[in-house]
C-alpha cells in the first residue's frame, strides 16, 4: 500500500497547482464528513461579516496591505 502512495504521490506532483488542489479537495471530502451543526455556524458567521460590510462597520483591510504584513512578520 505505501508503494501505491508513492506512486501516486509521484504523479499528483506532475499536476498543475490548481489540479493539484482540486484533488486534495477531493480526497478530503471523502474522509471528512459535514458537520451540519458546524456549516449552520460557518453560514450565520458569513451572513454576520456580509451584514457588517452592508452597514459599513466593518473594518476592510487592502488584500496588498494583509500580505505585506505577512512578509515582514514571517522575515
Not at 453560514?43 to 452597514?55: N, P, Q, S, V, W
Request: charge should be negative.
Amino acid at each position: 500500500m505505501a508503494n501505491l502512495v508513492e506512486q501516486l504521490s509521484s504523479q499528483a506532483r506532475t499536476l498543475s497547482p490548481a489540479e493539484r488542489v482540486r484533488l486534495a479537495e477531493e480526497l478530503l471530502a471523502t474522509v471528512h464528513e459535514p458537520d451540519d451543526e458546524v456549516e449552520a455556524a460557518w453560514a450565520e458567521e458569513i451572513r454576520l461579516r456580509i451584514a457588517d460590510i452592508d452597514a459599513g462597520t466593518a473594518k476592510l483591510i487592502p488584500a496588498d496591505e494583509v500580505f505585506a504584513k505577512i512578509r515582514h512578520l514571517l522575515k
